[in-house]
């Protein structure tokens, strides 16, 4: 093929792949495949995504740093885009498995063809069974939603309506026998009602990043060292933020558990933030 883009057969797909019973005749591959000794997770959801909904796809995806996961997801907007960004951020190789053909001139949607190439930029790939000319199409989306959860060990949904494309996706994992994983929402929004229905059937919620450790069988790595090991220019200090917020709390819990000065902390918490340790989003302090 073309333009660094490679034709797949069956024999060369991911070992997860060819046991689906309705797996592609064959896939288009722009980049290279990552390795199959990593876990795959899924992460599908709403295009309109609130912003409860980006902050726990941002945390959970996050939370996975430095671990052996590879983050597949399909290129939309909403919870698609923001799951690819969250793995690039934290370090993690990313596939993105779009609904249209792999060509730069239709790639779906154009807004996030900057995003396709930094997926690539970063060793990560972009998927599909279509051909590369392809322009998207409505029938496109279910289709590479059978590739999304086939790929997966386990998929993540973070937010579905009660009619939404992204139960499909969830169905097909639970017909797959792979694990599906479920963000809970608020009983009062109706952008939580469709992946509710999974939690009452058996779909495991989704609340921290050891919930999705646990869910592709990997062990959690122990103590704040796990955090530490990642980054070992830190000050002591900074150590100290990292061992508080292993989990996001509010900006007024880290101030009192630091037990320095305001000011001390609060020059302490600007510095981190400028060197992107730390990212605060509505009061909340998170690692970045």
Excluded at 153 to 178: C, M
């Amino acid at each position: 093929m073309t333009d660094g883009i490679q034709l797949l057969s069956p024999d060369d797909f991911p070992a997860l792949l060819r046991e689906i019973p309705d797996r592609p005749k064959r896939l288009y591959l722009r980049g290279k495949l990552p390795s199959e000794d990593a876990r795959y997770l899924a992460v599908v959801g709403s295009r309109a995504m609130s912003p409860y909904g980006r902050r726990a796809c941002r945390y959970l995806v996050e939370g996975l740093r430095g671990y052996p996961v590879v983050i597949v997801s399909g290129l939309a907007y909403g919870v698609d885009a923001e799951s690819h960004k969250a793995a690039l951020n934290a370090g993690l190789t990313t596939i993105g498995v779009p609904g249209s053909g792999l060509d730069w001139n239709v790639l779906y949607p154009k807004a996030n063809v900057g995003l396709a190439r930094e997926i690539l930029s970063s060793g990560g790939c972009l998927l599909s069974e279509e051909k590369p000319e392809a322009k998207t199409m409505d029938y496109m989306f279910p289709k590479r939603n059978r590739i999304m959860a086939g790929l997966s060990h386990a998929t993540l949904v973070v937010e579905a309506k009660e009619k939404s494309g992204t139960l499909i996706t969830a169905r097909l994992v639970t017909e797959y026998n792979r694990e599906l994983l479920v963000v809970p929402g608020s009983i009062f929004d109706e952008s939580s009602r469709g992946a509710h229905q999974f939690l009452r059937m058996g779909a495991t919620a989704a609340t921290c990043p050891e919930d999705i450790l646990v869910a592709l069988g990997i062990v959690k790595r122990e103590g704040a060292a796990s955090l530490t090991e990642l980054r070992e220019d830190l000050s002591e200090e900074e150590r100290r933020v990292f061992e508080i917020i292993s989990s996001p709390v509010s900006r007024d819990e880290l101030m009192q558990a630091l037990e320095i000065p305001i000011t001390d902390a609060n020059v302490l918490l600007s510095t981190m933030e400028i060197k992107g340790l730390i990212v605060e989003e509505l009061g909340v302090v998170r690692i970045r």
